[in-house]
């Protein structure tokens, strides 16, 4: 991947909102001189059953996070990357949206670029069909991958055998949730060989109608690694903190709050300066720690808190 396509292209925070870009398809130009040649491998994949679609990447590359992943949930997941050029994030959208299919939404945007030889970009649109672009003039090693549900790609790997772990570790983990499957997809491309260029940051972006915070929010899972020497480690363990906050116990796993427990709970709470009636000591505690989320009344609690409450 490498930036410096175009300097009026916003890569911040908005760049996954996907209805602020006019669905303009214009030529774009050939990449400046100023554009750095980067490593890139990432994945874009979907979960049909759970309503999901997401996008993980690494790259040796500051912040990659900020210009590779782009997804709407029940419309597509789109990584653009090599000479990257950000505007096939929010006009790729547009072209799912509209009903196009992955391939045709790689073969328009591709089109109506003539730096298109210098692009890769890997789409899974709405229904879970996958298509994948590598343009003639990447560098080696290029290439990418299709299956049900996914798009994996990469370039200035090692080998081919980068992208076909991401593929292999994406395939054998059905069992997993979307965004526990991208991160092993990661950690297995790298064990696999990588970028030649090493590592330097990592992103994972997953999206679900509704599905975010108090289910005011499309974003499940945005977190990203701007810069550091072992960045996927680093991704995992602020996942973890995330699902930690924001992940969801089945309620049939919440412990129901007996006597006995709740005694301990009060217990517990008091020492750490939170008293007065059960319930509201309770909520406190968890509002002041951020768990919140994963409170409801005190008839049964979530095991997640509990160790969290029993930790301290």
Not at 52 to 62: C, D, E, I, T
Not at 64 to 86: D, L, M, R
Not at 124 to 133: E, F, P
Not at 281 to 302: K, P, T
């Amino acid at each position: 991947m490498a930036l410096g396509i175009d300097p009026v292209v916003s890569t911040g925070h908005f760049r996954r909102t996907y209805g602020q870009s006019p669905h303009v398809l214009k030529a774009a130009s050939q990449a400046m001189p100023r554009a750095k040649r980067i490593a890139t491998y990432s994945i874009a994949a979907c979960d049909l059953e759970a309503g999901q679609w997401g996008v993980a990447v690494q790259s040796k590359f500051l912040s990659v996070g900020s210009v590779v992943p782009w997804a709407e949930p029940g419309v597509g997941a789109i990584a653009t990357q090599a000479y990257a050029n950000p505007r096939y994030g929010p006009n790729g959208l547009a072209l799912l949206r509209e009903g196009k299919s992955a391939q045709e939404a790689v073969d328009e945007l591709t089109a109506a670029d003539d730096g298109r030889e210098q692009r890769q970009l890997g789409i899974v649109d709405g229904q879970g069909r996958a298509a994948t672009y590598t343009g003639g003039e990447c560098y080696d090693w290029a290439g990418g991958r299709t299956g049900e549900g996914y798009a994996a790609q990469g370039n200035i790997l090692v080998s081919a055998e980068t992208v076909d772990a991401l593929v292999e570790t994406f395939e054998g983990s059905g069992q997993k949730p979307l965004a526990e499957r991208l991160l092993d997809c990661l950690a297995a491309a790298q064990a696999a060989g990588g970028d030649k260029r090493g590592q330097q940051s990592a992103s994972l972006l997953i999206v679900e109608r509704d599905g975010g915070y108090a289910q005011l929010s499309d974003i499940v899972v945005d977190l990203r690694v701007e810069d550091h020497e072992r960045p996927i480690e680093e991704l995992t363990r602020i996942y973890r903190l995330h699902q930690a906050i924001f992940g969801e116990t089945p309620r049939d796993q919440w412990i129901q709050v007996d006597d006995t427990l709740a005694g301990e709970l009060r217990e517990r709470l008091a020492r750490l300066g939170y008293e007065g009636e059960l319930d509201d000591a309770f909520l406190r505690w968890a509002g002041n720690e951020n768990l919140e989320e994963r409170v409801d009344g005190i008839v049964a609690v979530d095991p997640v808190v509990l160790e969290e409450l029993r930790s301290r």
